[in-house]
């Protein structure tokens, strides 16, 4: 079931995150939110001057947020709805990366590759404690961004 999270321009531009928390904190109570069927998306309203023609991941104070919660929620990536792309989106708020509308989001290589590491460590460390160490959605998630990752990686991360 997909979840929407719902962004204003006020939620953003003064980093509340009590939209996302009102969503996340019943699901992670609830123990649903590794439910397979559990799926988040962001509905992003942002009022914005109409001839800019930057992409939502390209205004800082959009990007400002998505920081934030990433901090507060480090393995959300993990139960983003990713058949509608929100983690190719959500990897742009916080990957440097360019835009262009005939190739679409390039990626600048090494900083996609730390932050998918970094995602794999801080989510299989998560998913310990959640009693769930098995990495197979982590790795599904890693291939969505381009990353094969050999199983060994994650049989070192299991336990420690």
């Known amino acids: ?9 006020e939620t953003l531009l003064t980093l ?12 992670l109570t609830g123990g649903k939110i590794l439910d397979p069927a ?5 509905q992003i309203d942002f009022e914005r001057d109409p001839t800019d023609p930057r992409e939502l991941s390209e205004i800082p104070e959009v990007r400002l947020w998505f920081i934030r919660l990433d901090q507060v929620y480090p393995w959300l990536p993990l139960v983003l709805d990713w058949e509608a792309g929100e983690l190719g989106r ?13 190739d679409g989001i390039r990626y600048n290589p090494e900083a996609l590759e730390i932050f998918v590491m970094g995602k794999i460590f801080a989510i299989a460390q998560w998913l310990n404690t959640q009693d769930n160490p098995q990495p197979t959605r982590l790795k599904f998630m890693t291939q969505v961004l381009g990353y094969d990752i050999d199983d060994g990686l994650f049989d070192l991360l299991r336990d420690r």
């Open 38 to 42: 559990t799926q988040l998306q962001f």
């Open 1 to 9: 079931m997909a979840h929407t999270i719902a962004l204003t321009s």
């Open 90 to 102: 959500y990897a742009a708020m916080l990957v440097p990366h360019q835009f262009s509308p005939k």
């Open 16 to 27: 509340n995150l009590a939209p996302a928390t009102q969503v996340i904190e019943p699901l």
